[in-house]
Nanobody, 124 residues
Framework: QVQLVESGGGLVQAGGSLRLSCVTS????????MGWFRQAPGKEREFVAT????????DYADSVKGRFAISRDNAKDTLYLEMNSLTPEDTAIYYC?????????????????WGQGTQVTVSS
C-alpha cells in the first residue's frame, strides 16, 4: 500500500513563503515521477509542478513558474515544493501525487497515488 502524506501548509500573508513536504511509504520512491497539484474552492484540481524520478527534469505551470520550486530527496523518500511570492490566488489544497513511471507529467490522469492534501491560505 502506497501512502503519501503532505505537510507544511498554513496561513501566510501575500508575498510570503511556505515549503510543502510529501513523505511517501515504500522503498521505491526513487523509481517514480512525482507531482504537485492544487484545488481551489469551486475549481477543478490543476497541475502545479512535476519532477522526474531522478530529479533531472522539472516542469511548472505558467502561473507558478519562477516562484515555486519542486525538488526531491530520494534518500528520504520525500518530495518538496518551495513556494515564494505567494498571492491570494495560490490559496488551495495542495496534493502530492505519484506516477507508476519515471517520466514527469502534467496530466492528472497519469498519477495513480494521491495524498490527502494540505491547506495553503494566502491572505491579502
Amino acid at each position: 500500500q502506497v501512502q503519501l502524506v503532505e505537510s507544511g501548509g498554513g496561513l501566510v500573508q501575500a508575498g510570503g513563503s511556505l515549503r510543502l513536504s510529501c513523505v511517501t511509504s515504500g522503498r521505491t520512491f526513487s523509481v517514480y515521477a512525482m507531482g504537485w497539484f492544487r484545488q481551489a474552492p469551486g475549481k477543478e484540481r490543476e497541475f502545479v509542478a512535476t519532477i522526474s524520478s531522478s530529479g533531472n527534469r522539472k516542469d511548472y505551470a505558467d502561473s507558478v513558474k519562477g516562484r515555486f520550486a519542486i525538488s526531491r530527496d530520494n534518500a528520504k523518500d520525500t518530495l518538496y515544493l518551495e513556494m515564494n511570492s505567494l498571492t491570494p490566488e495560490d490559496t488551495a489544497i495542495y496534493y502530492c501525487a505519484r506516477r507508476r513511471f519515471s517520466s514527469d507529467s502534467r496530466a492528472l490522469h497519469d498519477y495513480t497515488y494521491w495524498g490527502q492534501g494540505t491547506q495553503v491560505t494566502v491572505s491579502s
